[in-house]
């Protein structure tokens, strides 16, 4: 696989999603081990994935309380205005 065809697939993206067949799995890791951009790519979006797992997790643990909510508990009322 060249850089173009990696391009082409999105090959970074469905690499990291295992979308990947395995054939081209192969060819695109062979690749990326000797393309600065492409491995540059894997690490970026790697990481990218990594922290919005996480993120996403710690929000299913937090409790959910609407903005609006929030703005209506606040002293004064739900305006919070001191008049």
Do not use: I
Not at 6 to 19: G, M, S
Not at 50 to 56: H, N
Not at 69 to 81: F, H, M, Q, V, Y
């Amino acid at each position: 696989m060249d850089h173009q065809e990696a391009l082409r697939l999105q090959a970074v993206e469905k690499y990291l999603l295992d979308e990947l067949t395995t054939e081209l799995r192969q060819q695109f890791e062979e690749h990326y081990f000797d393309c600065p951009e492409c491995a540059t790519g894997v690490k970026a979006l790697g990481t990218f994935v990594t922290a919005s797992r996480l993120v996403s997790s710690d929000e299913e643990r937090s409790p959910k309380v609407s903005p609006h909510a929030a703005w209506a508990e606040r002293p004064g009322g739900s305006t919070g205005c001191n008049q």
